[in-house]
């Protein structure tokens, strides 16, 4: 039990367009996601925390417009970049908490790998 | 947002060799994970362990916890080379159920 998919799990896009990036936790109720950055070699950065229903708050340094989330049930959260760069190329990695009797714990997707040409 | 520190950044060892890696964090915690990642794939949650707890085993994992020194160790046994990965710890120090993770330990498992 407590999975999580994401969809899709790599793309590779022209600059300057827009990439959305699903989240779901398949067999229970999120109340919370969250969205992590990891670039090659390196640890996973939270970039956001998600609520269904309610604003994203985003970590320091990470820009609500340009990285778009929307929590719209408690099993999908969704991640747009918008006129993503090649410095946006990266691997995206969600997790979701709010498993019954597991709360204390986040349950991470396989991760979407962004490529921006 | 803090990352903790893990040492070492890479190990190398043979099958059949224990791995050591250490982590340490900066504040307060209720309690610390442990996960591994391999090469371009998500994360497999291995261990949590709360801050009234001192050790934890999971089959071949064992992780202690020191709050006094905020540091933690997790011992693979008897290594295997399917045990290559990246290993990451990860705190609940965000607040808000929020993971802080450690800058990783990459371990490479020779045959």
């Known amino acids: 039990g407590a999975v999580v998919s994401q969809h899709p799990s790599w793309v590779i896009c022209k600059s300057g367009t827009s990439v959305k990036i699903e989240c779901r936790s398949l067999?229970?109720?999120?109340?919370?996601m969250f969205w992590y950055r990891q670039f090659p070699k390196q640890s996973l950065m939270l970039m956001a925390t998600?609520?269904?229903?309610?604003?994203?708050?985003?970590e320091q340094g990470v820009e609500k417009d340009k990285f778009l989330i929307n929590h719209a049930s408690l099993t999908l959260s969704t991640l747009t970049v918008t006129s993503a760069h090649p410095e946006d190329s990266s691997f995206y990695i969600c997790?979701?908490?709010?498993?019954?009797?597991?709360?204390?714990?986040?349950?991470f997707g396989p991760g979407t790998r962004l490529t921006v040409l | 947002s803090q990352q903790g520190e893990e040492d070492p950044q890479a190990l190398s060892i043979q099958e059949g060799e224990n791995a050591t890696m250490n982590c340490s964090y900066k504040?307060?915690?209720?309690?610390l994970q442990w996960y591994r990642q391999n090469s371009g794939r998500g994360l497999v949650h291995l261990i949590l362990?709360?801050?009234?707890?001192r050790e934890k085993h999971s089959g071949r994992l064992r992780v202690t916890l020191d709050t006094s020194k905020k540091s933690s160790s997790l011992l693979i046994t008897a290594s295997r080379a399917a045990d290559t990965a990246s290993y990451f710890c990860?705190?609940?120090?965000?607040?808000?159920?929020?993971?802080?993770f450690g800058a990783g330990t990459r371990l490479a498992v020779h045959p």
């Open positions: 997790s979701a908490s709010g498993a019954s009797g597991r709360l204390d714990e986040q349950f």
């Open positions: 067999d229970f109720q999120a109340t919370t």
């Open positions: 998600s609520n269904e229903g309610s604003k994203a708050t985003y």
């Open positions: 504040t307060s915690i209720n309690n």
């Open positions: 362990i709360r801050s009234n707890e």
């Open positions: 990860a705190t609940d120090a965000g607040g808000y159920n929020k993971l802080i």
